[in-house]
């Protein structure tokens, strides 16, 4: 349960400069799947097309051709089967940590008892118990991600999609989520494919990384290092870790891959 | 993991509470202003010829004159009637108006015009047609109060609507929400302050609105203390209905304010106004 497949996604956006309407390909025959319990990463420079990307598995945009199919299930919009953690966690400002993890689960049509403990138990996961009752300007930058992972982990979604979850935050409050991440995929064994344009970032979380440039899926990368990542500062260290950043960095720049990460197409 | 959290926990702490931090208490300075301007009026008010101005003393007088025998008491009581309905009314209709305006371009397209003309409107021409229409009585007086505010508050409320961040309202679409629930649960109260800021604009108008009516019906309420007076060239009486209106109107603005912290206290918080 939980295999994402993107078959030939294209998105062509109408967009007015100045006078002109200019028609911007965003996407142009993206394919790649992501397999169950996999950590993928879609990594490129901004205006690549990855957030993009992202936001038609979750059903937030419509592919002009293509589709989209989560576990053989063609995607027409959004889904309880995906949950989106969203680039600045966008809690919404009048609820509490608490109530923002609520708010998914009443979505699904979770009421009384069970909605509170479910809601507890995945401020818990994020350890977050303490500080339930805190509004998100009570909180910081990194306890609102963690409140935001919660959200979309708590209606117990088959992919957990995120937008550069942790692009906003501070390198050391990064390192900490980075690492609580893995934790998580090591508990809940979710799928989830997440959007970065931090190189190091997608080498020490995903189990393979797929490079976008100009609309076009330049090549996908397995990460040659075990699922168990263990200490990730340490891991920063190796030089297998070195290897497989640099790999990704030359694909990134337009080089061609060489064989320390195989090219898996 | 449990001690990782721990160790971040303290790193990034909210910050501490903070005070308003004034050597003075506002209400000090506020106090001092309105002592200074009634000391300047009494003072220049008393050169004046009674018939063109007055001055505090004077217009005291005639208000507890008036209100002993009961006449002020009874002129308030019939205004804040209409006044209270008319404007619950234009709460209770323009909110709506406003909040299905700013979210549906249907809506937007078939209504928006009408709400834009009709804060424009110049309702004092249209008033003697009203009066034809509801009489010289309560009714007439509800509907110029209702047609003052109403469209201030709903194009508050609809300019609000329009301000909603867009990722606000994804995340309700993430977790599959119906276009009410997103209306109700993320459009609304993220509009709050708009619709607050709107009902204070309208409060102005309605006070206003409430002595245009009785002007022009000029038999019950306090407008028609205003008109009679002026009509006697009794100029301190004439101050003492004005007065309590402008009072009136702090006093509104200022339970405007509690009601905005009691529904929307996160507000106060995160713009940190001291």
Request: proline fraction near 4%; charged fraction near 15%.
């Amino acid at each position: 349960m939980g295999e994402v497949r993107l078959q030939d996604v294209s998105k062509r956006f109408r967009m007015r400069v100045g006078q002109e309407v200019q028609t911007v390909q965003a996407l142009d025959r993206v394919s790649f799947s992501v397999a169950e319990g996999e950590i993928v990463a879609l990594i490129g420079p901004s205006g690549c097309g990855k957030t993009t990307a992202l936001r038609i598995v979750m059903g937030l945009e419509l592919a002009t051709s293509g589709q989209v199919q989560v576990d053989g299930v063609a995607v027409t919009g959004c889904g309880h089967d995906r949950g989106l953690v969203f680039q600045h966690a966008q809690l919404l400002p009048w609820l509490t940590a608490r109530q923002n993890v609520m708010f998914g689960l009443e979505m699904k049509g979770m009421r009384g008892r069970e909605l509170m403990d479910t809601a507890m138990r995945y401020l818990a996961l994020v350890g977050l118990t303490a500080s339930a009752d805190r509004r998100p300007h009570q909180l910081s930058g990194g306890m609102q991600q963690r409140v935001g992972i919660a959200r979309a982990l708590a209606i117990d979604p088959k992919v957990l999609l995120m937008d550069e979850p942790f692009g906003a935050l501070d390198a050391q409050t990064r390192e900490v989520l980075q690492a609580e991440l893995l934790d998580i995929h090591a508990r809940t064994g979710k799928t989830i494919l997440f959007v970065t344009h931090d190189l190091d970032e997608a080498i020490l979380l995903a189990d393979r990384v797929v490079v976008l440039r100009a609309g076009v899926v330049e090549t996908i990368l397995a990460v040659p290092l075990p699922r168990a990542r263990g200490d990730l500062g340490q891991l920063r260290g190796t030089e297998a870790f070195a290897a497989a950043r640099h790999d990704v960095w030359r694909a990134l720049h337009g080089t061609v891959p060489v064989p320390h990460a195989s090219a898996v197409h | 993991m449990a001690e990782v959290s721990e160790r971040i926990k303290a790193s990034e702490a909210a910050e501490p509470v903070r005070s308003t931090g004034h050597a003075v208490p506002p209400w000090v300075i506020t106090l001092g202003s309105v002592v200074v301007l009634l000391l300047l009026w009494e003072f220049f008010g008393r050169n004046i010829n009674p018939i063109f101005g007055s001055y505090p003393t004077a217009i005291a007088q005639a208000a507890w004159e008036i209100t002993v025998s009961g006449e002020l008491g009874q002129a308030a009581l019939q205004s804040l009637q209409a006044f209270v309905l008319g404007f619950g009314l234009s709460i209770v209709i323009g909110v709506p108006l406003g909040l299905v305006i700013g979210r549906f371009w249907v809506v937007e397209a078939a209504l928006g015009l009408y709400v834009t003309a009709g804060n424009a409107m110049p309702l004092v021409a249209l008033v003697p047609l009203l009066i034809l229409w509801l009489g010289l009585g309560f009714k007439v007086k509800v509907a110029i109060v209702l047609l003052m505010s109403v469209f201030p508050i709903a194009i508050n409320t609809w300019l609000g609507v329009a301000a909603v961040p867009k990722t606000l309202i994804e995340v309700g679409r993430t977790f599959v929400a119906s276009n009410t629930t997103i209306l109700r649960r993320i459009v609304l109260p993220a509009t709050v302050p708009y619709i607050m800021a709107g009902i204070r604009l309208a409060v102005g108008r309605a006070v206003v609105a409430m002595i245009i009516a009785e002007f022009f019906t000029s038999i019950s309420g306090l407008g028609a203390i205003v008109i009679t007076a002026a009509n006697n060239f009794e100029t301190a009486t004439m101050f003492v209905p004005i007065i309590l209106l402008m009072v009136l109107a702090l006093g509104l603005n200022a339970l405007i304010g509690w009601a905005e912290h009691k529904v929307a206290p996160w507000q106060a918080e995160i713009s940190d106004r001291n």
